[in-house]
């Protein structure tokens, strides 16, 4: 089993930043693809970034491309999403997921496994993001 606890949620006014973090247990955590997701109120949970073991691919949606900067540090154990110049409509609360699974895919479909909900085994409690205009 792995255990993920996100923090770092809060109230934010619309242009300014905020640093989630996402604690895992459980599982030696290089090993661990992990992902963002984000649920609105009356909306389905939707992707917001991923990274891979190293670190060294990295893939979001394009909502929040250019904006949002999702990394990891294996040392700590802990992944980490920066957001920058939010939004209104990135008011959600944010999950972080891990993916433990050892297969190995092809890079034209990458994007397209880290987008899915059901590519990941693990999934925090979630942490508010509230952006006010």
């Known amino acids: 089993q792995v255990q993920l606890v996100e923090s770092g949620g809060g109230s934010v006014q619309a242009g300014g930043s905020l640093r989630l973090s996402c604690a895992a247990s459980?599982?030696?955590?290089?090993?661990?693809?992990m992902g963002w997701f984000r649920q609105a109120p009356g909306k389905e949970r939707e992707f917001v970034s991923g990274i891979s073991w190293s670190g060294s691919s990295t893939y979001y949606a394009d909502s929040v491309k250019g904006r949002f900067t999702i990394s990891r540090d294996n040392a700590k154990n802990t992944a980490y999403l920066q957001m920058n110049s939010v939004k209104p409509e990135d008011t959600a609360v944010y999950y972080c997921a891990a993916d433990d699974s050892p297969r190995n895919f092809a890079t034209s479909i990458a994007y397209s496994y880290y987008s899915q909900l059901g590519s990941y085994d693990f999934w925090g409690q979630g942490t508010q993001v509230t952006v006010s205009s």
């Open positions: 459980g599982r030696t955590f290089s090993r661990l693809r």
